[in-house]
């Protein structure tokens, strides 16, 4: 069983900051790759940024040069540095590990950002 836990989550002016962490746990064999997705209301899911097993990151758009993803491979933990947030940040943030055998979800983390 496979479990994630996130946390960081809350709410902060515009131009503001804030960190998510997201720490795996259970039976965790070969990662592929972890990463952030978020969902606005009435939005789809949509990917935020990705850090695959060698290091390489990807990221929405909209969110590069202000957001920075980061894993330490020891903790089975992923983190999202997000600066100069914005009111279109808005939005529940889920962490998703993708496993060779699988693919996993957290419960997810709001994220609401004031005018």
């Known amino acids: 069983q496979v479990q994630l836990v996130e946390s960081g989550g809350g709410l902060v002016q515009a131009g503001g900051s804030l960190r998510l962490s997201c720490a795996a746990s259970g039976i965790i064999f070969r990662i592929h790759a972890m990463g952030w997705y978020r969902q606005a209301p009435g939005k789809q899911r949509e990917l935020v940024a990705t850090?695959?097993?060698?290091?390489?990151?990807t990221y929405a758009g909209s969110v590069k040069g202000r957001f920075t993803i980061s894993r330490d491979n020891a903790k089975n933990t992923v983190y999202l540095q997000m600066d100069s947030l914005q009111p279109e940040d808005t939005a529940v943030y889920y962490c998703?590990?993708?496993?060779?055998?699988?693919?996993?979800w957290g419960q997810g983390t709001q994220v609401t950002v004031s005018s």
């Open positions: 998703n590990l993708d496993l060779y055998s699988g693919d996993y």
């Open positions: 850090i695959i097993r060698g290091g390489g990151t």
